[in-house]
């Protein structure tokens, strides 16, 4: 079964730096290792399962699917990160100035609503 999983996750990459590449997929792939150990650990602590073979399938289908989950919001992140250091500052100071002009808006005019409410009370 391990072939199989580094055969199907050997073509992953996250970073174009091969040393970053090893550490992240390093940590993603201890992630997936230690969450896939204990779902199969309590499964045989609660005698769900039994058996060396039945384990150890779980435990490798259970890995890639963690392993693959895991990757994904990493690499997910990674360009969410990227496309924000790649957009000018000037564009996000705009963004955010109308963003808090928006919510004063609506506050003063939820202000003034709820003020008229009160007042016809």
Do not use: Q
Not at 87 to 92: D, E, F, Q, T
């Amino acid at each position: 079964m391990k072939a199989i999983f580094e055969w199907l996750t050997d073509g992953y990459t996250l970073f174009d730096n091969v040393l970053y590449n090893y550490i992240a997929m390093a940590l993603v792939g201890f992630i997936a290792f230690a969450v896939a150990w204990n779902i199969v650990g309590s499964l045989y602590r609660n005698d769900i399962i039994s058996g060396r073979t039945s384990g150890s399938i779980l435990h490798w289908i259970i890995r890639l699917v963690v392993f693959i989950v895991l990757f994904s919001v990493v690499s997910l992140l990674i360009r969410v990160i990227r496309f924000i250091i790649t957009v000018p500052l000037w564009i996000w100071l705009t963004l955010a100035g109308l963003l808090i002009m928006g919510v004063a808006i609506f506050c003063i005019i939820r202000n003034k609503l709820s003020n008229t409410e009160s007042i016809d009370k």
